[in-house]
């Protein structure tokens, strides 16, 4: 029988779960533009069910997100908040089979990472991403391999670096107590011969959820998913950056009480080398991998922090053993301040409150941030505001004629408008091709990197502006 978390362990828990239940309820933004588009995908699947099945989009996070979608954006941010809480609780499992002592501190550690309160609920990759790694780990770790397999093969579907993650999964099992290499590596020929049918077999597990994910798709729309792996370079538009980018992005990610508990973990002695433990070395793997990724400019990365925030199982189990050795060497008093310090810095969430910003944007003037003890709730920025004015714009006055919009925020604002004809505005049309009477809910972000919808071009090829919201980022132009 399964040994209790114990009530300590549920109190922060349910502690946790709150702050982060507060945060999507209250949230009023979006933390990424792609969140819109991951939604609208997924609600879309209802009418469009090949949209299941968007390479772009995921197959394996609409696979989790698409039945929610059909009741709103809320809804779906709360069935992703519902993941999350599985994942923290599989990491509470994890460190109870570790004999991890003092498990009650292990749910502030993760609820109260820096990213988590604001990562742990969008219709993103993230929450499906993480729950599905720390479910591989631990149906693995308790020799459930034939379901280990599908959780750890399941990866790819949700973000591409999960092949990766596949592949060292399969390097770990197959040296695994009666693993083939295992016997192998000893000289266990005839052991390992008879081992070696297994190993397929697992194998096979492994690679079938992205064996049925490409036939589906090709099915769906003709194209096969994994030809993306042979393009490790399709556009220079993220760019590249330094080594030690995402190590950064790491610790200002869970925040510094945290991250100074995980040094502490990480590097005071007495590690015993165990080969469940060996698994968990996946976590780091997968820094280094972003970071080499994102210094060598592949992939499209960009360089996004929010990348590496199902690293936060890994990061709460080492902070724990860090919290412990810490007890041991000092005694429950330096626990006393940093406990507290590890729940003030999640409320705070310096990181979320400087990063949630519009002052980017080309033309809009910039706003003083001052950083607040409490982090406030995330309001429509001032630059998605001008979309949603602009959105009104278009539902009063828009009926027969073609809209056209680049920005995901419209689409999400009319979504269930159904005045006009939408056109997609990445079916290659340009200003010119565009018939007389069509409306273009023009924006700074992203119309000017799409089919040369710069000003310049707007007003070189017979188009009227009629309107200007958030200081002119948004525009309303007609073509004569």
């Given at each position: 029988m399964t040994r209790s978390l114990g009530w300590g362990f549920w109190g922060t828990f349910l502690l946790g779960l709150a702050w982060s239940l507060y945060r999507a309820l209250t949230n009023q933004g979006w933390i990424l533009d792609d969140e819109l588009s991951h939604y609208l995908i997924s609600k879309e699947v209802w009418s469009s069910p090949d949209q299941l099945?968007?390479?772009?989009?995921?197959?394996?996070?609409?696979?989790?997100?698409?039945?929610?979608?059909?009741?709103?954006?809320?809804?779906?941010?709360?069935?992703?908040?519902?993941?999350?809480?599985?994942?923290?609780?599989?990491?509470?499992?994890?460190?109870?089979?570790?004999?991890?002592?003092?498990?009650?501190?292990?749910?502030?550690l993760i609820w109260f990472q820096w990213w988590?309160?604001?990562?742990?609920?969008?219709?993103?990759?993230?929450?499906?991403?993480?729950?599905?790694?720390?479910?591989?780990?631990?149906f693995a770790v308790r020799e459930r391999y034939v379901i280990a397999a599908f959780f750890w093969g399941y990866l790819g579907l949700i973000r591409h670096e999960g092949i990766a993650l596949s592949a060292l999964w399969g390097l770990w099992v197959i040296f695994a107590e009666g693993g083939f290499a295992r016997y192998l590596v000893t000289g266990k020929i005839k052991k390992s011969v008879a081992a070696f049918p297994r190993a397929v077999g697992l194998g096979f597990c492994t690679i079938l959820p992205m064996i049925l994910m490409n036939v589906f798709t090709w099915l769906a729309n003709g194209s096969w998913p994994f030809e993306m792996f042979f393009q490790s370079k399709p556009t220079d538009y993220y760019g590249s950056g330094p080594l030690w980018l995402y190590t950064a992005h790491l610790f200002k990610g869970v925040g510094f009480p945290v991250a100074l508990l995980m040094l502490l973990g990480l590097f005071w002695k007495?590690?015993?080398?165990?080969?469940?433990?060996?698994?968990?070395?996946?976590?780091?793997?997968?820094?280094?991998?972003?970071?080499?990724?994102?210094?060598?400019?592949?992939?499209?990365?960009?360089?996004?922090?929010?990348?590496?925030?199902?690293?936060?199982?890994?990061?709460?189990?080492?902070?724990?053993?860090?919290v412990n050795q810490l007890r041991e060497k000092f005694g429950p008093r330096p626990l006393y301040a940093l406990v507290p310090l590890v729940i003030w810095g999640g409320l705070m969430m310096p990181q979320q409150q400087f990063n949630v910003s519009d002052d980017h944007i080309p033309g809009l003037p910039q706003v003083k941030s001052n950083l607040q003890l409490v982090c406030p709730s995330m309001p429509v920025s001032r630059f998605a505001?001008?979309?949603?004015?602009?959105?009104?714009?278009?539902?009063?006055?828009?009926?027969?004629?073609?809209?056209?919009?680049?920005?995901?925020?419209?689409?999400?604002?009319?979504?269930?408008f159904e005045g006009g004809e939408k056109v997609d505005a990445w079916d290659g049309e340009t200003p010119h091709t565009l018939p007389g009477g069509t409306?273009?809910?023009?924006?700074?972000?992203?119309?000017?990197?799409?089919?040369?919808?710069?000003?310049?071009?707007?007003?070189?090829?017979?188009?009227?502006?009629?309107?200007?919201?958030?200081?002119?980022?948004?525009?309303?132009?007609?073509?004569?």
């Open positions: 099945w968007h390479t772009w989009s995921r197959p394996g996070r609409n696979l989790l997100q698409f039945l929610p979608a059909i009741f709103g954006l809320e809804v779906t941010r709360l069935w992703t908040l519902t993941l999350s809480a599985v994942a923290v609780w599989l990491t509470g499992r994890e460190a109870r089979r570790l004999d991890l002592p003092m498990l009650w501190i292990l749910p502030l988590f309160p604001e990562l742990s609920y969008p219709v993103l990759t993230q929450a499906p991403f993480l729950l599905v790694w720390i479910a591989g780990v631990f007495g590690w015993k080398l165990r080969w469940d433990l060996v698994l968990y070395a996946t976590y780091p793997a997968y820094l280094i991998m972003h970071s080499l990724i994102f210094w060598k400019g592949l992939f499209a990365s960009g360089g996004y922090y929010h990348f590496i925030m199902p690293m936060a199982p890994w990061v709460a189990l080492v902070a724990l053993r860090g505001t001008g979309m949603k004015e602009a959105s009104d714009w278009v539902r009063e006055n828009v009926t027969d004629q073609k809209w056209l919009t680049h920005h995901v925020a419209v689409s999400y604002f009319l979504q269930d409306v273009l809910i023009w924006d700074v972000q992203y119309s000017v990197d799409t089919h040369d919808f710069t000003l310049e071009a707007l007003e070189a090829s017979e188009w009227n502006e009629v309107e200007q919201y958030a200081h002119g980022t948004v525009r309303i132009f007609i073509k004569s």
